[in-house]
Structures are given as C-alpha cells and as structure tokens.
C-alpha cells in the first residue's frame, strides 16, 4: 500500500512538472503576443484625405487586436485558476486523475485557441505593413506630382511670355451714359486680342496716319470688354498669382489715364462694410487664391510664412499705406545676397489663413484712407502715387527639405495725364510730372528687359528701384493697360494703347 501511495505521488509530481513546463510555454508564448500587441499599438503618421479609407481599416484591424488581448488575458486569468485547482486536488485521492485529465483537455483547447489568435495577429500585422507601404507610396506620388506640377507651370507661364500685356475697357459709368455701348472702340469679332478705336474728328494734338487717319488697331495677350467681370479679369491672371506661390517673384500693373479704372481692377469698389465679393478686384483675390492653396499645399509638407506690405510711391518718395507716423522716412536696401528688397521702417503685417475674411478688407481700408488722392479736370478722385501691395511668401517642405521664397506685387500705378488736360497747377503739376517720369521710367526698364539690355535703369525712378528683383531674370511681368469707354478720353486711351503695343511688340519679337 505504501509503494502504492509512492507511484501515485509520483505521478502527480510528474503531472505536475508537465503543467508547469506547459505553463511556462504558454507564458512565453502570451508574453510573445504581448509584444506583438505593443507594435501593433506605434502611432501611425497622419494620411491625407484620398487615404481616409485606409486608414479607417487601419483602426478596425486595431481594435480587433485589442479585443484579441484582452481574450489573451482572459487565458491567462482561467490559467491561473487551472493551477491554483492542481495544487487543491495533489491533496485530494484518486478522483484527481480524472480533474487532471479534464484540465489537460481545457489546457489542449486554449492552446489551439492561442495558436489561431496568433495566426490572426500576424495576418493582421502584415495587412497593416502592406497599408502602410501603400500609403506612403501614395504619399510619394503626391509629393512627385507636386514638383513637376511646379515645373510644368513655370514652362508653361514661360512660354506665354515672362512679360505680358494686357487691355481693359472699363465701362461707362450713370454720368457717361452707362446704357450706351461705346461706338469709338470696336472689338474684333472670334479674337479676344485686338481692340480697335475709330476717331470721328480729327483733334489737332493727334498725329495722323496716311491713308487711315481715323483708325487705330491694336493687338495684345488679352483685350477684356467693359462687360468682363472681376472674375473673368481675375481669372487670367490666376497662373501668375500661383507663380508666386511656386517661388518666383510676380508683378502685376494696372497702367493707364487717371480715370481709366485701374484702382477698381486691382481693388474693387470703394471699401465697405457691405463688399460684394462678385465686384472686388485682383487682391483681394489673389490673397483668397494663394491662402487657399496654400491649405491645399498642407497634405504635401509645404508651410508658408507670409508677410504683407503696402505703400505708396508719392513724388519719389515711400509712404507707409498701413502705418500711423508719415514722417518717418523709408529707403530702399538689399539684402546682402543681393536676393531680396527691403524697405526701412515699413509696416510688416504676418499673415495667417486664419484671419482671410478680415485681412484684405481692413488693409484695404486702411491703405485707401492713407493714400494721397486729389482732384483734377481729369478725375474728382485722382490718385496722385502708385501704390504697391507686396505679399512675401516663404515655404518650406519639411518632408522633402525644399525651399521656396517668392513675392507678389500688386501695383495700381498713378493715372497718366496730359498736364495741359488736367490743367494741373502747383502741387498738382509737381505730382503730374513726377507721376509721368517715374511712368516713363517704367517703360524704359520694362522696354530695357524685353530688348534684353545689358544695363536695366532701375534707379531712374523708386518704383523700378523698388521692384528690381521682381521684374528681370526668371520673374513674371504682367501690364494692365486700362482705357475709359468715354469718347472725350480718346486722345489719353490712343496714348496708353501706343505705349503698352510698344511694349508688347518689342516683347514678342525678343
């Protein structure tokens, strides 16, 4: 009977040692799921809004493992209780070999159910790799389709010409008889590029042309009809605007007689507290076009810093538009590099995509209220400075490690006038020639870098000397000329339409 009890002993001792080993296995195998459950669990990079549904599987699969750890755990927890039960019956007689045999068979089918988890696991886990492989080939396509989208743009603004020039009937306004189409500009039928005036009198300050001596034509990039709307304005020179945002520094004029709506192309109407969106002009629009793109750009690793500026050339001399001290005085300085035009003690607004509602209303507003402006015969509300809206821009792609750094200049230029016109006098008369000059000026640099030059006259004038880094080499160029519909202007739109042919010949040809 002793020797009995000696076996018997013995084989619980032995069945024993079996659970525990089997037990040990089972712990490292649960501690080898725990450490697969901790990879599963890494954070995962934020996806653009095309992988929404990828990352969404993602998360599914991610919460299935959660649920899987936790059946891991309940395992463990039945486990531990299996063992507390085998240490209970070692005690107790024969009837324990039959608790045994019913552990061992529960033991057997927790095995094989920790065996399938771990085959979910791994399936899962590899579902996740091949996610995320996926994504971040997509991530890349994106980033490589954004770069050739850049150089495509830029050819493609290169081949429509670095320097371009533009022509805008305004239209007539109640006092000139807005209901009446002008019958001195006839636009040619299928072309949206040639403008042609006829002249029912012959004035005597009009040179005539033998053989035709009442009709003028004229041929540019685009000619807009006085019913063009803003948008329509606007949406021809949106490519140019997006330059800018790509890295190149951008000029747009508005050129032409005092009158000729050039202030209502580049701003709109008169500032309000009731602007419809449908009439403002080419600022306001570009800045909602650029802080639009810029949030676009967000998806592909690009942030940009922007900073706004506006000011007034008035007699060769800068005025701050958004400052409150006219009598600090403003000169132009390079930076060393030779890469960037600054201007000291100019009123730097940092710019965010927050604030695009309130931001181009209230810097209009203030810049309206600052500029100098005066009457002459020529115009009730004459602007007597050009006016120049500058936005830096500076991205950078903290994916790839690219840098850009472009500026874009709004410039709404002081009307040109014949002084014997305006019948200018005083500080009327100084401001009429200076703004003629510095015009004058405009053109000759313009002329100069069209022809290719070897010496550009930037410092002729403030205005070029101001914008010498955005006008030569890879920059863009873009001249409004604008014209009044008013037949009593036909000498002053003959003039403006001379010039910008000039310039756009002398372009084309270069």
Same mark, same amino acid.
């Given at each position: 009977m002793k020797d009995k009890e000696v076996k018997f002993q013995q084989e619980v001792q032995g069945l024993q040692d079996e659970i525990n080993n089997s037990m040990k296995k089972y712990e490292y195998e649960i501690e080898l799921l725990k450490l697969s459950k901790e990879n599963l669990q890494r954070d995962r990079e934020s996806l653009g809004n095309q992988?929404?549904?990828?990352?969404?599987?993602?998360?599914?699969?991610?919460?299935?493992?959660?649920?899987?750890?936790?059946?891991?755990a309940s395992i463990m927890t039945e486990l531990s209780t299996a063992r507390s039960q085998l240490e209970t019956k070692s005690a107790e007689s024969m009837s324990i070999t039959n608790d045994l045999n019913g552990v061992r068979i529960q033991l057997e089918a927790k095995i094989g159910e920790c065996q399938r988890l771990n085959q979910v696991i791994e399936k899962l886990e590899q579902d996740v790799r091949n996610y995320l492989a996926t994504i971040q080939e997509?991530?890349?396509?994106?980033?490589?389709?954004?770069?050739?989208?850049?150089?495509?743009?830029?050819?493609?603004?290169?081949?429509?010409?670095?320097?371009?020039?533009?022509?805008?009937?305004?239209?007539?306004?109640?006092?000139?008889?807005?209901?009446?189409?002008?019958?001195?500009?006839?636009?040619?039928?299928?072309?949206?590029?040639?403008?042609?005036?006829?002249?029912?009198?012959?004035?005597?300050?009009?040179?005539?042309?033998?053989?035709?001596?009442?009709?003028?034509?004229?041929k540019f990039d685009k000619v807009f009809h006085p019913d063009s709307s803003q948008e329509n304005v606007f949406n021809e020179v949106s490519q140019l605007v997006q330059s800018a945002l790509d890295?190149?520094?951008?000029?747009?004029?508005?050129?032409?007689?005092?009158?000729?709506?050039?202030?209502?192309?580049?701003?709109?109407?008169?500032?309000?507290?009731?602007?419809?969106?449908?009439?403002?002009?080419?600022?306001?629009?570009?800045?909602?076009?650029?802080?639009?793109?810029?949030?676009d750009l967000k998806e592909k690793g690009w942030k940009y810093h922007m900073e706004a500026s506006f000011l007034e050339i008035y007699n060769e001399t800068i005025r701050d538009l958004?400052?409150?001290?006219?009598?600090?005085?403003?000169?132009?300085?390079?930076?060393?590099? $030779?890469?960037?035009? *600054?201007? &000291?003690?100019?009123?730097? =607004?940092?710019? /965010?995509?927050?604030? +695009?509602? #309130?931001?181009?209303? $209230?810097?209009?507003? *203030?810049? &309206?209220?600052?500029?100098? =402006?005066?009457? /002459?015969?020529?115009? +009730?509300? #004459?602007?007597?400075?050009?006016?120049?809206?500058?936005?830096?821009?500076?991205?950078?792609?903290?994916i790839t490690n690219e840098n850009c750094e472009g500026t874009l200049n709004l410039i709404d230029l002081a009307g040109s006038e014949r002084v014997f016109v305006s019948k200018s006098t005083g500080e009327r008369l100084t401001e009429a020639k200076n703004i003629n000059k510095s015009l004058s000026n405009l053109g000759i640099v313009i002329l100069a870098l069209a022809n290719k030059d070897s010496h550009i006259p930037y410092r002729n004038?403030?205005?070029?000397?101001?914008?010498?880094?955005s006008l030569g080499g890879n920059s863009k160029t873009l001249m409004f000329v604008n014209i009044s519909p008013y037949e009593v202007s036909f000498q002053e739109s003959l003039n403006s339409l001379r010039f910008a042919t000039t310039v756009s010949i002398i372009v084309s040809y270069c």
């Open positions: 992988l929404s549904v990828a990352r969404n599987e993602a998360s599914t699969f991610q919460q299935t493992i959660t649920k899987m750890t936790a059946e891991t997509k991530d890349a396509e994106l980033r490589s389709g954004e770069a050739e989208r850049r150089k495509l743009h830029n050819c493609v603004q290169e081949l429509k010409g670095n320097i371009r020039v533009f022509c805008r009937v305004r239209p007539l306004t109640n006092s000139e008889g807005a209901k009446m189409y002008p019958s001195h500009i006839i636009f040619a039928e299928g072309s949206d590029a040639n403008i042609k005036l006829l002249q029912s009198s012959q004035p005597s300050d009009t040179p005539s042309t033998k053989g035709n001596s009442n009709k003028y034509e004229f890295g190149y520094n951008v000029c747009i004029f508005a050129y032409g007689q005092t009158g000729s709506g050039k202030t209502y192309t580049m701003e709109g109407p008169p500032v309000s507290d009731n602007v419809n969106y449908t009439n403002v002009g080419i600022i306001p629009r570009a800045v909602a076009q650029i802080f639009n793109s810029a949030k958004l400052g409150s001290n006219n009598n600090v005085k403003h000169e132009i300085r390079f930076t060393p590099d $030779k890469k960037d035009v *600054k201007v &000291t003690n100019l009123t730097i =607004v940092n710019v /965010t995509t927050e604030d +695009e509602a #309130s931001f181009v209303h $209230k810097l209009l507003a *203030k810049a &309206t209220q600052n500029r100098a =402006v005066a009457a /002459t015969e020529c115009n +009730e509300r #004459s602007s007597r400075s050009h006016s120049v809206f500058r936005l830096k821009l500076i991205g950078e792609n903290t004038s403030k205005l070029t000397y101001l914008l010498q880094n």
